[in-house]
């Protein structure tokens, strides 16, 4: 089930080798090669390459109604 988070409610879970991921809420591993994007300069994991393309997709959207 996906969310309606926005990059405001992206956060980190308890430790640091996990991540929340801002579209779905699932927890992230960090090590290995985890699925990422850099968007206002911080750096978001997701869970697939799916929800990075959600992210991306309402970022990019975002932008262009902010110049509008």
């Known amino acids: 089930m996906m969310g309606s988070q926005d ?14 991921d801002p579209v779905c809420g699932m927890t992230v591993q960090l090590f290995g090669t985890p699925i990422t994007l850099v968007h206002n300069d911080a750096t978001y994991a997701f869970c697939c390459a799916g929800c990075r393309n959600v992210f991306a997709e309402r970022a990019s959207a975002s932008r262009s109604r902010v110049g509008d």
């Open 7 to 20: 990059d405001a409610d992206a956060r980190p879970a308890a430790d640091a080798d996990t991540a929340v």
